[in-house]
């Protein structure tokens, strides 16, 4: 186990598709943020600015952003999906793509929409070209096709570069919901061309719930209607004498109010280490433990794998189901001896990180 994480010794913690433990260096900013409020109060605000930018920058460094510009702190993926739906002018008739079985949040927002005469198209992606059958999906009517980059139930991998090329060239605003990815996979939205990437820190990230990164293209983020407003978003921040006032030109606009400097320093600690590792020893290590995991299932004739184990689909989250016993019943079984993970898409998943050492990973295992 590396040093920076200390889980008790009765637990194995493969739900980091979930909410993932905190890094030691996450529990000590955090403490020590708390400690300095308890005793200093804001003297030091300046250096929280500073942590603020230190953390923007590790998250366009994570998702291979342009600019610092780019990057928006909200609260959560579903925030930013919604400053997404709320911002697109959208006309009646209009339609969104989606894939069928997604995480609530990429369909619930866009299903909010349907009252405006927008369509939400559910496209079923269990077959063998997910990528041809979303595309296929799109029409002239198509204004946004929004993915999660590894899907929280199987853990299938989209080809996002397909998806972009297909969306630049029909003029689609591209979105994707990187949450099961960012942190454990590479992601590099130069590639892909995303015009907006939202995801939480709970996951990969290993930081805490409540601190989403938000990524928008400039010319997309152009497009969108603001919907909320403060003394944060305006481009002369600071300025609390002017009276007239305009939008950020970075994406600082969709932030209205005061940070959450707590969730800050929690998640720029967090990313710290992921830093410090590496996203190509990270993903190395991740993919690795998927490919065991999914070649024990499938030599089990009592398990029936669910994730796609083909490499380029390969991610994070490997979930399989019981043949002779069910779901509930193993559920219960491995969760009484220990084994952090949930019942998900029909089986159960397991989401080890990049630390998780085999042994754990085998006696999880050895309780099937
Ligand atoms: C694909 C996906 N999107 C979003 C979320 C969580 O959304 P939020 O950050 O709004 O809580 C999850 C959590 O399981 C998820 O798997």
Redesign the pocket.
């Known amino acids: 186990m590396h040093p920076e994480f200390q889980l008790d010794k009765n637990i194995i913690h493969l739900n980091h598709?979930?909410v993932s433990p905190w890094p030691a260096r996450t529990v000590k900013a955090v403490s020590n943020f708390a400690n300095e409020n308890y005793t200093q109060g804001s003297l030091g605000y300046l250096e929280w600015v500073q942590t603020e930018n230190r953390l923007r920058e590790r998250m366009s460094r994570l998702v291979n952003a342009s600019s610092t510009d780019d990057i928006a702190l909200l609260k959560?993926?579903?925030?930013g999906l919604s400053v997404i739906a709320y911002g697109i002018d959208w006309q009646d008739g209009d339609n969104v793509v989606i894939p069928a079985n997604e995480?609530p949040?990429?369909r619930i927002v866009w299903e909010s929409l349907c009252p405006l005469g927008v369509d939400v198209r559910q496209i079923d992606i269990q077959c063998p070209d997910p990528e041809a059958a979303l595309i296929a999906a799109m029409d002239g009517r198509t204004r946004l096709l929004s993915v999660?980059a590894v899907q929280?139930a199987t853990g299938l991998r989209l080809l996002l570069e397909v998806l972009g090329v297909a969306c630049n060239k029909r003029s689609i605003l591209f979105c994707v919901?990187a949450?099961?990815q960012l942190g454990a996979l590479r992601f590099d939205t130069q590639q892909c061309q995303a015009d907006f990437i939202v995801a939480?820190a709970h996951?990969w990230m290993l930081g805490p719930e409540g601190l989403?990164l938000f990524y928008s293209k400039p010319a997309a983020r152009e497009r969108l209607k603001l919907s909320q407003f403060g003394w944060h978003m305006v481009e002369q921040m600071g300025d609390f004498s002017r009276t007239d006032w305009l939008p950020a030109s970075s994406a600082r606009r969709f932030e209205c109010g005061s940070p959450n400097t707590l969730g800050v320093y929690a998640t720029e600690a967090s990313l710290s280490l992921i830093d410090e590792v590496g996203m190509d020893s990270i993903e190395s290590q991740v993919l690795e433990n998927s490919r065991w995991l999914c070649q024990q299932i499938e030599a089990d004739s009592g398990l029936e794998l669910i994730s796609d184990p083909r490499a380029e689909r390969l991610s994070g989250i490997v979930t399989f189901r019981p043949l002779k016993q069910t779901v509930e019943s193993v559920y219960k079984k491995i969760s009484s001896a220990g084994v952090i993970c949930v019942p998900r898409g029909g089986g159960i998943r397991f989401s080890p990180h990049f630390y998780t050492d085999r042994s754990l990973i085998e006696q999880a295992m050895a309780c099937l």
């Open positions: 598709a979930a959560n993926t579903s925030e995480f949040s990429n999660s929280y919901d949450i099961q939480d996951k989403a």
